[in-house]
């Protein structure tokens, strides 16, 4: 994993949160993103005695990793505060990827027209287990982002910002609840949210 880091740093990749998605054989995940019109950036391999991974692009160019669990499965606690919630792709071409998604893993999508925007979530036996979305602005490439969830998404940004974190966007009201979204001190962008329900 580290020389993987160092690999990244020396191609100019900057400091970023990596998604993984849990599949029953890295080697064959590996194969089907092949398949379906991915690129194998790191093909798979023994994480100790954890797991086996691959890391992978889909055709739009954003980056996910595929993760056989051996003695780790991954998060186990999720949508409590300080937890993952949520995880959303920025795509230019969201059609495109999720015929990509539905190929190596199975996923559905449904989408909704806005206003404010398109938005397109993918589901697994009707359970929604991601978003995407095309870049709400010039100059964002495609990539997974995170969300963390919060008890106060005011205070989490205030807190942040005292820490060296930047608030690129927000404080915002959705339908779903209040989120920002920060760069950490080394560059690394991700996502707050006060959840209006609980997930």
Do not use: C
Not at 10 to 23: E, L, M, N, R
């Amino acid at each position: 994993m580290a020389d993987l880091m160092k690999e990244q740093a020396a191609q100019g990749i900057p400091p970023h949160w990596q998604s993984y998605v849990t599949v029953a054989d890295a080697d064959a995940s590996a194969a089907t993103a092949k398949k379906a019109g991915g690129t194998v950036l790191a093909e798979p391999f023994d994480v100790m005695d954890v797991g086996r991974m691959a890391v992978v692009a889909d055709p739009t160019g954003a980056v996910i990793a595929l993760w056989q669990a051996k003695n780790h499965i991954g998060a186990e606690l999720v949508n409590e505060p300080g937890t993952l919630t949520w995880t959303e792709l920025i795509s230019p071409d969201v059609p495109k990827a999720a015929k990509f998604y539905k190929a190596l893993f199975g996923w559905d999508s449904e989408t909704s027209e806005g206003p404010p925007m398109t938005y397109t979530e993918f589901k697994l036996d009707d359970q929604s287990i991601a978003g995407a979305m095309a870049p709400p602005m010039e100059g964002i490439p495609p990539n997974w982002g995170v969300y963390f969830a919060v008890d106060d998404t005011d205070k989490t940004i205030a807190e942040a910002t005292k820490r060296g974190a930047t608030v690129l966007n927000g404080p915002i009201d959705i339908p779903v609840g209040r989120f920002a979204v920060l760069m950490d001190p080394q560059g690394a962008v991700f996502s707050v949210i006060k959840l209006s329900n609980p997930m």
